[in-house]
């Protein structure tokens, strides 16, 4: 079983979207929505390309996650620690 993370530009609202045109993927066991970050976790045994292409499919945009976007998020949130150092 595989686990695939994307970031997909949303809002709460678009959250019940995103898991129905998941649904339909056939492969798919389990999503997880993390809206507030805007973060999908996929986990089965469908390709990569197929679940982008169907999140674009409903009109928003999908890209895989990247460490860069768990930086990013803890810079907009204000809650960038290192070694327990907080710049902010």
């Known amino acids: ?3 695939i993370e994307l970031k997909v530009d949303m809002v709460a609202i678009h959250e019940k979207r995103v898991r129905r045109c998941l649904s339909r993927v056939k492969g798919i066991e389990k999503v997880e929505v993390e809206a507030s970050i805007q973060k999908v976790i996929i986990t089965g045994y469908a390709h990569r390309n197929k679940i982008i292409k169907a999140v674009r499919r409903v009109g928003l ?3 895989l996650w990247s460490p860069q976007n ?7 949130s204000g809650s960038l620690r ?3 150092f907080s710049f902010f």
């Open 1 to 3: 079983m595989e686990t």
């Open 61 to 63: 945009r999908a890209e």
């Open 70 to 76: 768990e930086i990013l998020n803890a810079y907009a």
């Open 82 to 84: 290192i070694n327990n």
